[in-house]
């Protein structure tokens, strides 16, 4: 199993340009979210997901899109990038609502220009 | 909104100390995890417990959380300069949604 992966690793780009983070996890788990990390902040919740099709958002949505067409897949989309989403984002799964072991991808590093 | 507080923010130990460190918390929480993070790296789940006093041991870490569940510390006997890293804890609330505290920073010196 590749676990959880997310690409690219790290991506830089201008006020206003519209990217999507992808994240795929190969365990068949059903809870998946997305995180960003800032200097100080520590994790916050940005999307999560309790299987496919079904989305809600977390402590810092704003700004962010998310979708979950398969069990697979939990693309994280930035539709106007600022210079505040500068940060490192981690996505995670763990097998559903109810299990506490959460695993995180290796992460990507933003930077908005 | 349920915050989490760890303390001290950073910490530097030489190599065969112990030491340790706090996470605290106003509010109930049905279970704490502590994660640690490399840098360039995602958190890896060190633990997670979930009744009010009880005590888990990983090798040479001890994680205790307090008897009204609001409160978590770990403590890391004989340090070794591979426990460096950001050991953050995250308690888990309503709709199994985890809030993470800021973490603390520990490195380890040979």
């Known amino acids: 199993n590749a676990g959880v992966t997310q690409t690219p690793k790290f991506q830089v780009l201008k006020t206003g340009q519209s990217m999507t983070l992808q994240c795929a996890q190969d365990?068949?788990?059903?809870?998946m979210s997305w995180y960003r990390q800032d200097p100080g902040m520590g994790l916050r919740l940005i999307h999560y997901s309790v299987g496919a099709g079904i989305t809600d958002q977390g402590e810092v949505p704003n700004g962010y899109n998310v979708s979950r067409s398969t069990t697979e897949d939990f693309p994280l989309r930035l539709l106007s990038a600022a210079p505040s989403q500068t940060s490192v984002y981690f996505c995670a799964s763990r097998l559903d609502w109810s299990t506490d072991t959460q695993y995180f991808g290796p992460g990507t590093r933003l930077t908005v220009l | 909104t349920q915050l989490l507080e760890q303390s001290p923010q950073f910490l530097s130990i030489q190599e065969g100390e112990n030491l340790t460190v706090y996470c605290n918390s106003s509010?109930?929480?049905?279970?704490l995890q502590w994660y640690r993070q490399e840098p360039g790296e995602g958190p890896v789940l060190l633990v997670t417990v979930v009744t009010g006093g009880e005590v888990k041991k990983l090798k040479r870490l001890t994680f205790q959380f307090g008897d009204a569940r609001k409160d978590s510390s770990l403590h890391i006997t004989a340090a070794q300069p591979g426990d460096t890293g950001l050991y953050l804890c995250?308690?888990?609330?309503?709709?199994?949604?985890?809030?993470f505290g800021k973490g603390i920073t520990l490195s380890v010196r040979p």
């Open positions: 365990m068949n788990h059903e809870y």
């Open positions: 995250a308690g888990v609330g309503a709709n199994s949604k985890l809030t």
């Open positions: 509010s109930v929480f049905s279970s």
